[in-house]
C-alpha cells in the first residue's frame, strides 16, 4: 500500500465563519481583524480584489472600507474554535488518522483509498464539509505532505480544478510542479528561497531535481527532506497524536494604555488565569514564568521594553500561584512615566505534573490545589470562559484599559445558548 495524503483546509476561514451564520454576506467583501481589531488577518476573494492585503493596519484601510462597503469583523475565536473542530469530526468519516495541522487546515491518511478513487473522495469530503458546516474547503492529494500543502495551493488558485488537485501520479507533478513558485512551497523560507536562487531555482520542479545531498550541505537536513518529499518519498508522517508542548505563552495587546502598576498587574493576573487555564489543560506545569511587557514603537514619548523570570519552589499549574508570580514579577520591573501597550506571561519546559517532582521547602498542597482548580474549571466550562476568576484579575473587566478591544465581534453562535440565531421570532 502506497502512502498517500491529503491536505483539506477552510478557503478563507474566518470570513467564512462568519458567512456562514449571514447569508448577506455571501458575495460582499469581508474582513476578520486581529485582537484590539488592529490589522486585517482573514480575507474573502472580494475584499483581496480591493487590494486589501494581508496584515493591512484598520486605520490605513479605514476609508477604503467604509467606500466600498466592506464588512469588519473582529476576530470571534471562540467561534472559529468550535467550527473548526465541527469540521473535524466530519474528516474522522473518511480518514481513521487525523493531523490536526492549524485551526482550519488537517492532514488525513488517504493510503487506504485505492489510487483511481481518491479525487473522488476528496470532492466528496469538500461536499460534506460544505453540507455540514456551511464552511468552504479546498482539498490537496499527494504521497507526501509536502506534495499534498502543494496540490492544496494548486487547488485554491485554479478554478477549473473545483477545489480538488492530486499530485499523486508522476504525471500530474510533471505538468504542476514547474508552474509553482518557490515561495509556495512548504518549508522553503526567504532564506531559503535565496539560497536556492543561487542554485538557479525557480520553481518546484527545480528543487525537485537538485542533488539532495547538495541540498543538504546549503540547507540542512531539512533542505535533503524537501527534496525527497518533491519527488513523492514522503519522509515527514502524520502527527495523530499531538506532540507534548515545550512551551506555552499568553500575551495580549491592550485596547488602550497602561500607566499604573496596579492596572499592569490586574492585566497580568488576567494572563496568568489563562495561562493556567492552558496548563491543565494539557496536563503540564511549569517551575518559572518569564513577565514581560512593552510600550508601542509607534507611541509618541518615551519607549521601554523589560522582562524578568520568576522561579517556583516546584512545577505546578494552579492558577493562584501563577497569579502571584506574574504580580510579583510585575512590581520587580515596573517603572511609571510610561505608556505600555502590552504585556504576557513566557515558560517553557513544561513538565508532566504528575511527574514533577514535589519541593522539600515551601511545597504547594497538591491534593488540595488540584480540587480547587478542578472545580473552577468545571464552572467555567460549564457556565463559560471567565465566569469564575481570582479578583485579583480585576473586577467589570469591560472597563479596563488593559481588556482586548473587540468592538465588532459577531455572536458566539455555536457555544453561547442566548446568542444562538433565533428564526421567526415574533
Known sequence: MTRSFALIDGNSFYCSCERVFDPKLRRRPVIVLSNNDGCAVARTAEAKALGIKMGAP???????????????????????????????A???RFASDIEVYSIDESFLDMSPVAPGQREE??????????????????????????????????AKSTPQ??????????????????????????????????????????TAADVAGLDP???????TVVGERIIHELRGTPCIDLESVAPTRKGCAVTRSFAGRVESLDMMQ???????????EKLRHHGLATDHVTVCFHTSPHDRGPSRSVSTTVDFPEASNDTLALVRAAKWGARRIWKSGYRYAKAGLMTVDLVPLEASQPALIGALDREKSGRLMEAL???????????????AAGIARQKKAWVTKFEMRSPRYTTRLEEVPVIGRA
Open 58 to 88: 484598520m486605520f490605513t484601510i479605514r476609508d477604503l472600507c467604509q467606500r466600498e462597503g466592506v464588512v469588519v469583523f473582529s476576530s470571534n475565536y471562540t467561534l472559529y474554535g468550535d467550527m473548526s473542530r465541527r469540521m473535524n
Open 90 to 92: 466530519v474528516y474522522e
Open 121 to 154: 473522495m476528496g470532492r466528496d469530503l469538500r461536499s460534506t464539509v460544505s453540507t455540514w458546516t456551511g464552511v468552504p474547503t479546498c482539498v490537496g492529494i499527494g504521497p507526501t505532505k509536502t506534495l499534498a500543502k502543494l496540490a492544496n495551493k494548486i
Open 161 to 202: 480544478l473545483r477545489g480538488v488537485c492530486d499530485l499523486t501520479s508522476d504525471e500530474a507533478r510533471l505538468e504542476w510542479l514547474p508552474l509553482v513558485n518557490l515561495e509556495d512551497v512548504w518549508g522553503i523560507g526567504r532564506a531559503s528561497q535565496a539560497k536556492l536562487a543561487a542554485f538557479g531555482c525557480r
Open 213 to 219: 545531498k547538495l541540498a543538504r550541505k546549503s540547507l
Open 266 to 276: 490586574e492585566a497580568l493576573a488576567a494572563h496568568a488565569t489563562r495561562l493556567g
Open 377 to 391: 474549571d468545571a464552572c467555567n466550562r460549564k457556565l463559560g470562559r471567565g465566569v469564575v476568576f481570582p479578583a
